[in-house]
């Protein structure tokens, strides 16, 4: 999941060196938190107007982890 998320937004930000992904332990629901860092001049470009390829990338999150069973979310820092 975390190289998923990588390589998502490594195609998107303009220095994709800068771009990393820490993982949280799970909760006790089983909630998983992604957190994306990104060059700060980068940010626009992962968010997106009115914060669309942000939902978009959350969703194609979401998406992956039902296939493997996972409960997940993505925080953009």
Known sequence: MKEL???I???LVENPDAVTVTVDEPD???LTVY???VAEN???RVIG??????KAIRTVM?????RSNEKIAVEID
Request: proline share 0%; charged share 20%.
């Open 28 to 30: 006790e629901s089983g």
């Open 35 to 37: 957190h994306l860092h």
């Open 9 to 11: 937004a490594s195609g």
């Open 49 to 54: 107007k009115q914060g669309r390829i942000a």
């Open 62 to 66: 979401r998406g992956a982890a039902n």
């Open 5 to 7: 998320l990588v390589a």
């Open 42 to 44: 980068d940010m626009g």
